[in-house]
């Protein structure tokens, strides 16, 4: 594939930069006294991001999106995750939306959809439970149907802004007698549905990112069912393929090498050849992430198709990057890093090192994602 933007892309990523520029709230890029002020800012970001219809870019214009395809989307994710904007990860219309667009019925389209794409609705993911995370689909968490109702018991557990989001996208079990990956629905859930409880879970970087959700007979409508009932695999399969294309990843990586080698040059810490050729390295593999990235929308762009096994490889291979970038980080800061003064440049660091353990955990551990590249992706035999 041709990797250089067209005339329309380039003028777009340099509109995505103006707007960086002068239309982000004030303030939007200082450092936070907690996760619930940085989450009040995103609001106030994804609502001006939706008077654009950028929220959900290549979403139709008639849910509140513009229509852009998969090479636009990557040139304003590419800029916004690369200078930090806040705001733009949003899983409603990163791969609830789309899945709703594929495997919803008209009248969920109408109720769902435009309140994503105008960044009225936060949405968070009902997936893991203590007992299926890396073996997703040995969920326990039961849904019954009772007349018009289902009625839902169990627990959710590493559910990212769960106490935050207004809905939930729910996977669990409505049939016990079938094989794991055949049992399986998926649904819309209000998160102040009676009967479930949040309890926060901290992370070992200090935020309450995270989640354990409890489920005790919350009665929710049939009609909240997404897509045929025991199909649920497969929605939340297309799903985490659009969760993977990692150009956010890449991004992220790309300014943390690039801030390391200015403080570097600027003489803040000793060089030697090893770090130098450390983070070459990692130079050469966020350009390696981002080919694959683009690659990847490339191929969304031509047909119309999730990459499954491209997109695998994307987040096996970033997830294990940004583990090396940031040890590499806290190498260069030594002992400031372990315990950063107020205002240290080690303190950004300090978090991603700590923070990145968890990448190779998220959204499927990196022993998941080669099992999947092997056989879903290269057709290989599981023995």
Same mark, same amino acid.
């Given at each position: 594939?041709?990797?250089?933007?067209?005339?329309?892309?380039?003028?777009?990523?340099?509109?995505?930069?103006?707007?960086?520029?002068?239309?982000?709230?004030?303030?939007?890029?200082?450092?936070?006294?907690?996760?619930?002020?940085?989450?009040?800012?995103?609001?106030?970001?994804?609502?001006?991001?939706?008077?654009?219809?950028?929220?959900?870019?290549?979403?139709?214009?008639?849910?509140?999106?513009?229509?852009?395809?998969?090479?636009?989307?990557?040139?304003?994710?590419?800029q916004m995750a690369y200078h930090g904007v806040p705001g733009t990860v949003n899983m409603g219309v990163a791969w609830v939306g789309p899945v709703v667009m594929l495997y919803g019925t008209d009248e969920q389209k109408a109720r769902y959809l435009s309140r994503i794409a105008d960044g009225t609705d936060l949405w968070c993911t009902l997936y893991s439970e203590p007992g299926a995370g890396s073996d997703l689909a040995s969920m326990q968490? /039961?849904? !019954?149907? %009772?007349?018009?109702? @289902?009625?839902?018991? *169990? #627990?959710?557990?590493? $559910?990212?802004?769960?106490?935050?989001?207004?809905?939930?996208?729910?996977?669990?079990?409505?049939?016990?007698?079938?094989?794991?990956?055949?049992?399986?629905?998926?649904?819309?859930?209000?998160?102040?549905?009676?009967?479930?409880?949040?309890?926060?879970?901290?992370?070992?970087?200090?935020?309450?990112?995270?989640?354990?959700?409890?489920?005790?007979?919350?009665?929710?409508?049939?009609?909240?069912?997404?897509?045929?009932?025991?199909?649920?695999?497969?929605?939340?399969?297309?799903?985490?393929?659009?969760?993977?294309?990692?150009?956010?990843?890449?991004?992220?990586?790309? /300014?943390? !090498?690039? %801030?390391?080698?200015? @403080?570097?040059?600027? *003489? #803040?810490?000793?060089? $030697?050849?090893?770090?130098?050729?450390?983070?070459?390295?990692?130079?050469?593999?966020?350009?390696?992430?981002?080919?694959?990235?683009?690659?990847?929308?490339?191929?969304?762009?031509?047909?119309?198709?999730?990459?499954?096994?491209?997109?695998?490889?994307?987040?096996?291979?970033?997830?294990?990057?940004?583990?090396?970038?940031?040890?590499?980080?806290?190498?260069?800061?030594?002992?400031?890093?372990?315990?950063?003064?107020?205002?240290?440049?080690?303190?950004?660091?300090?978090?991603?090192?700590?923070?990145?353990?968890?990448?190779?955990?998220?959204?499927?551990?990196?022993?998941?994602?080669?099992?999947?590249?092997?056989?879903?992706?290269?057709?290989?035999?599981?023995?």
């Amino acid at each position: 594939m041709d990797f250089r933007l067209d005339h329309h892309q380039s003028a777009f990523q340099r509109e995505v930069l103006d707007f960086i520029g002068t239309g982000l709230p004030a303030g939007w890029d200082a450092d936070y006294e907690s996760l619930e002020a940085r989450l009040d800012v995103e609001r106030d970001v994804m609502k001006r991001l939706a008077k654009r219809h950028w929220l959900a870019l290549p979403w139709p214009k008639d849910v509140g999106g513009l229509g852009a395809s998969p090479i636009e989307q990557l040139v304003f994710n590419e800029q916004m995750a690369y200078h930090g904007v806040p705001g733009t990860v949003n899983m409603g219309v990163a791969w609830v939306g789309p899945v709703v667009m594929l495997y919803g019925t008209d009248e969920q389209k109408a109720r769902y959809l435009s309140r994503i794409a105008d960044g009225t609705d936060l949405w968070c993911t009902l997936y893991s439970e203590p007992g299926a995370g890396s073996d997703l689909a040995s969920m326990q968490t /039961r849904a !019954v149907r %009772d007349g018009d109702d @289902y009625v839902i018991n *169990g #627990q959710k557990i590493w $559910t990212t802004f769960g106490h935050y989001a207004d809905w939930g996208w729910l996977a669990c079990r409505t049939n016990p007698d079938v094989p794991k990956h055949k049992g399986l629905s998926t649904f819309a859930i209000k998160m102040d549905t009676p009967g479930i409880t949040v309890r926060p879970l901290r992370n070992m970087a200090g935020t309450h990112e995270f989640n354990e959700i409890f489920f005790e007979d919350v009665r929710i409508p049939a009609e909240q069912l997404i897509g045929e009932e025991n199909r649920g695999w497969y929605h939340v399969a297309v799903g985490l393929d659009f969760e993977r294309s990692s150009i956010g990843a890449t991004s992220t990586a790309r /300014r943390h !090498v690039d %801030d390391l080698v200015a @403080y570097l040059r600027a *003489g #803040q810490a000793k060089t $030697t050849d090893i770090l130098r050729h450390r983070l070459a390295e990692h130079a050469i593999a966020v350009q390696v992430l981002r080919n694959m990235a683009y690659n990847i929308a490339s191929v969304q762009e031509k047909t119309g198709l999730a990459p499954t096994k491209e997109a695998q490889m994307a987040k096996l291979f970033g997830a294990e990057m940004q583990q090396k970038i940031a040890a590499t980080a806290v190498q260069i800061f030594g002992m400031e890093a372990m315990a950063p003064r107020a205002g240290s440049a080690a303190g950004p660091y300090q978090y991603s090192y700590l923070r990145s353990v968890a990448n190779t955990i998220e959204g499927g551990t990196s022993e998941i994602q080669r099992t999947v590249i092997a056989t879903r992706g290269l057709g290989l035999p599981r023995e």
